[in-house]
C-alpha cells in the first residue's frame, strides 16, 4: 500500500504523456474518438479513466489498457482509505 497520495492517472496524460506527444488535449480527443470535455475531465482528475479509454489508448500505443486501470484502481484505492470508514469488525468463522 503506498503511503503518499498517488497521483490520478489522468494527470500523469496531462503533464507526462501529452507534451511528450506534443499533442493537444482537443487533439488526443479527436484522435480517439472521444469527447473533449470528458477528456479534459479526466485529465484533471475530475472523473475517472474508464475502461473504454483505457483500451482507447493502448490502441494509440499509449500504455496498455490494463495498465491504466491498474493505476486507476491504485488512485481510487487510496482516495478510500483516506476517507473515514465505519467500524467493521472482522466476520467470525465458525469451524
Same mark, same amino acid.
Given at each position: 500500500?503506498?503511503?503518499? @497520495?498517488?497521483p490520478?492517472p489522468g494527470?500523469?496524460?496531462?503533464?507526462?504523456?501529452?507534451p +511528450?506527444?506534443?499533442i493537444?488535449?482537443?487533439? %488526443?480527443?479527436?484522435?480517439?474518438g472521444?469527447?473533449?470535455?470528458?477528456?479534459s475531465?479526466?485529465?484533471h +482528475?475530475?472523473?475517472?479513466?474508464s475502461p473504454? %479509454?483505457?483500451?482507447?489508448?493502448?490502441?494509440? +500505443?499509449i500504455g496498455?489498457?490494463?495498465?491504466?486501470l +491498474?493505476?486507476?484502481?491504485?488512485y481510487?484505492l487510496?482516495?478510500?482509505?483516506?476517507?473515514?470508514?465505519p @467500524?467493521?469488525?472482522p466476520?467470525?468463522t465458525?469451524?
Amino acid at each position: 500500500m503506498p503511503l503518499h @497520495n498517488p497521483p490520478h492517472p489522468g494527470e500523469t496524460l496531462l503533464l507526462d504523456v501529452l507534451p +511528450g506527444l506534443g499533442i493537444s488535449v482537443a487533439e %488526443l480527443a479527436r484522435h480517439l474518438g472521444f469527447a473533449r470535455p470528458h477528456l479534459s475531465r479526466v485529465l484533471h +482528475g475530475h472523473a475517472p479513466i474508464s475502461p473504454d %479509454l483505457a483500451v482507447r489508448l493502448e490502441r494509440a +500505443g499509449i500504455g496498455k489498457a490494463r495498465m491504466w486501470l +491498474g493505476v486507476q484502481t491504485d488512485y481510487d484505492l487510496w482516495q478510500a482509505e483516506q476517507r473515514e470508514q465505519p @467500524n467493521i469488525k472482522p466476520i467470525a468463522t465458525h469451524a
